[in-house]
């Protein structure tokens, strides 16, 4: 096994993920809401004008960083090895995956494993067991 030296950034990864805990500690601290992306997009299309604003601009965040750093000459685009029709399905079947478990990756993986929460726990392993097998299939077993 090697490592892509040129793709190993820990100083960028603990950078991101300090920016990430702290946005969601202040989304707690300060509105008392969890930061789960499949709650806040959910809260957003789900048609009530309640509390749209900061929705609106958390999404928008997530969207627009990315956008800036590829204007200010950063291209972080990935190199994904799918079709549009493979990636629409993932991303369906992701979506139906965070209706079963009352939330997503960002929601049970960073806010509710820091509150304690068992149930968060249990989703999370779930989530990364589910990709490491997802992977090793595709990779091992379909030859891809």
């Not at 997503?104 to 993986?109: A, L, P």
């Not at 589910?130 to 299939?137: D, I, K, S, Y």
């Amino acid at each position: 096994m090697s490592i892509d030296t040129a793709s190993f950034t820990p100083g960028l990864s603990l950078t991101g993920g300090l920016m990430i805990g702290a946005a969601a500690a202040m989304l707690v601290l300060f509105n008392g809401r969890i930061a789960g992306i499949s709650g806040i997009l959910g809260g957003l299309l789900s048609g009530s004008h309640k509390m749209l604003g900061w929705r609106i601009a958390f999404l928008a965040g997530l969207i627009g960083a990315p956008a800036l750093a590829n204007l200010l000459g950063d291209p972080i685009a990935p190199d994904i090895e799918a079709g549009w029709v493979q990636i629409l399905l993932a991303g369906f079947m992701v979506g139906i995956g965070t209706r079963y478990a009352s939330g997503c990756t960002s929601g049970h993986g960073v806010c509710g494993i820091s509150r304690g929460s068992v149930r968060s726990l249990v989703a999370t392993a779930i989530f990364m067991a589910t990709g490491f097998l997802t992977v090793f299939v595709s990779r091992h077993l379909l030859g891809g």
